[in-house]
């Protein structure tokens, strides 16, 4: 949301060229389809529903081709949920990917990184 809202602002020094999340998932007790929170607030937002990506697998040609043709100079992932292949990190041509990620990798990872990090009481400053 703080990406999407920072760059649509007048003076952004960058714009949000795409969005990538899961695909639909069968919720609630209809198992109706329903996009993931980031696609849901990326349309609430405004951003182009075309822009928003939900291949099944990172991998897919027709998705890294999709991609590609959005020129990317940087990606930032965050919480995606699947490992991402060495062909999709290397898209943006100069800056990479940046994967953001709440808990000290790889030492905590997995599905409760956070919570582990916390029951350790591990402390991690960056400064800048």
Same mark, same amino acid.
């Given at each position: ?8 602002? &007048? ?11 899961? &695909?639909?998932?069968?919720?609630? =007790?209809?198992?109706?389809? +329903? ?9 609430? =937002?405004?951003? &182009? ?5 939900? &291949? ?48 000290? +990798?790889? +030492? ?7 919570? =582990? ?12």
């Amino acid at each position: 949301d703080t990406l999407l809202a920072a760059s649509s602002s &007048p003076d952004s020094a960058f714009q949000v060229a795409a969005v990538v999340t899961q &695909p639909p998932a069968a919720k609630n =007790r209809g198992r109706k389809l +329903l996009p993931s929170a980031v696609a849901q607030l990326a349309l609430e =937002r405004g951003f &182009p529903g075309d822009l928003i990506f939900t &291949p099944e697998r990172a991998g897919e040609e027709s998705f890294l081709s999709d991609l590609k043709g959005v020129k990317p100079e940087l990606c930032i992932t965050a919480a995606y949920g699947n490992i991402l292949p060495q062909r999709f990190l290397d898209i943006p041509p100069c800056a990479g990917t940046v994967n953001i990620h709440p808990s000290l +990798l790889p +030492l905590y990872r997995g599905a409760a990184p956070v919570q =582990r990090a916390l029951q350790v009481c591990m402390m991690h400053l960056l400064q800048f």
